[in-house]
């Protein structure tokens, strides 16, 4: 046996070697093991604020484009269009993760302004202060109050408010002077887009609008318009994939969703609706080939809208509308809670058409209120193009203030129900 000594840490430590086995002392070896993890602890505390140094450091060097150093007027009487634009391209510009700030407490009037992209990095855009548009007619194009087209992973966050100003443009559309509205706030190919907080009212049309959008989180948005201010729909999707509405408060005198052809992966969770005509999916097919699937609306509550939740078409369309779930869901004093439709005209005298889009597979799961009318649930579909695969699950709707049950109009639908189903449903014959 040999026994070789070496000093470690300040200390001698002993060694023994039995042919070919080395050997500590059980208190050596104790010690040592402790030094080691202490050893290894300090280099882990080390590495962390190396971490948050550098975290730090990052969000030290963003660089603030605030539109009031760009020469923004910010009394909402001059057009601040041209200083938003100089904000923007200096901002799109920047590679460190730039912030364009429209500060609280201060109103911007724009007209028509576009934030083009792509940008050199993800972008911010802090909305703290007030947008109004002007106060008259002031474009006979279809065009947008802020269009955001091309940028991908920007955030729009913030206290403020984007004002549409409708009133003035609602009293023309119904008197037939204006044919065109501009929507309030647009974003086109736009993907990994994060919209949160902010307040929209009074758009002049549509309220907010995703087209070839992904990955797009709406949360926590404020919309507000009259119940009978025309086509003034909260969010609109089109042709977008994976998209989450949550946490959003909408009233408006159309749908407060309205989810659009070529879509897939859309949720709406978490949200209230009403004013307005309800959580829509469509219309479809009255131009192109629909394509909708994998659509969500869970958790959500209706407070006197016209439809609660709906599937809507129009006669003669093509294509295909499929995987639904609609679940636990609040009615209250809604005029139709469930509603599918494949004979959509708003206009009324639409010619009798054949064919139709296909809608299968339509979960109805938890949902519980009051209908303002008799027939709480309505599906109605083709008969060339029947829907199918419909199911309900614990639903119980009762007409408000009336004692006599609600009903239910089935046409051409087939499906099962389970559980407790109020109204009772009658599904169509199968084929």
């Keep these: 046996m040999r026994v070789l000594e070496y000093f470690y840490k300040g200390k001698c430590w002993s060694i023994y070697h039995i042919g070919s086995m080395t050997l500590l002392p059980i208190q050596q070896r104790f010690h040592m093991i402790l030094a080691l993890k202490r050893t290894a602890v300090r280099h882990a505390f080390i590495m962390l604020l190396v971490l948050v140094w550098a975290i730090r450091s990052a969000q030290c060097h963003q660089q603030k484009y605030n539109v009031v150093r ?39 009037l724009l007209s028509e302004v576009t934030f083009q992209g792509p940008c050199k990095s993800p972008i911010t855009i802090q909305l703290d202060g007030n947008i109004v548009a002007p106060n008259h007619i002031w474009t006979t194009e279809q065009t947008n109050l802020l269009t955001i087209h091309g940028v991908d992973n920007l955030t729009l966050d913030g206290k403020g408010e984007i004002d549409g100003r409708g009133a003035i443009w609602w009293d023309c559309y119904n008197n037939k002077r204006c044919h065109t ?44 318009a009259p119940a009978d201010s025309p086509n ?32 897939k992966n859309i949720t709406v969770t978490h949200s209230t609706c009403g004013p307005g005509h309800g959580i829509s999916v469509g219309s479809l097919g009255k131009s192109e080939r629909a394509k909708v699937e994998q659509i969500v609306i869970t958790n959500c509550s209706f407070v006197g809208t016209m439809n609660g939740v709906r599937i809507k078409s129009w006669q003669g369309g093509k294509g295909y509308a499929k995987g639904f779930l609609f679940a636990s869901l609040n009615m209250t004093e809604v005029q139709y809670p469930i509603v599918i439709d494949q004979f959509y005209c708003p206009q009324g005298n639409c010619p009798t058409k054949p064919g139709g889009v296909a809608i299968s597979d339509a979960k109805f799961i938890d949902i519980q209120g009051t209908s303002s ?25 009762s007409w408000v203030n009336h004692t006599t049950p609600t009903n239910a109009t089935i046409l051409n639908a087939h499906g099962t129900t389970e559980g407790m189903v109020i109204p009772t449903i009658q599904f169509s014959e199968s084929l």
């Excluded at 729909?233 to 407060?256: L, M, Y």
């Design 181 to 224: 509205r501009p929507i309030l706030l647009a974003f086109s190919l736009c993907n990994d887009l994060w919209v949160r907080n902010i307040r929209l009212k009074n758009s002049a049309d549509k309220h907010m609008t995703l087209f070839q959008c992904n990955q797009a989180l709406i949360d926590g948005v404020s919309i507000t």
């Design 70 to 108: 760009f020469h923004a007027a910010a009394d909402g009487k001059t057009d601040d269009s041209q200083a938003f634009l100089a904000t923007w391209q200096a901002a799109c510009s920047d590679q460190a993760r730039p912030i364009m700030v429209i500060p609280g407490r201060r109103t911007f």
């Design 373 to 397: 009318e008799q027939e709480a649930i309505k599906l109605l579909c083709s008969q060339s193009v029947h829907c199918h695969g419909i199911y309900l699950s614990n639903v119980n709707l």
């Design 232 to 263: 003034t729909d909260g969010i609109t999707v089109a042709s977008s994939n994976s998209t989450t509405i949550s946490n959003c408060s909408i009233q408006s005198g159309d749908d407060c969703v309205s989810i659009l052809s070529h879509t």
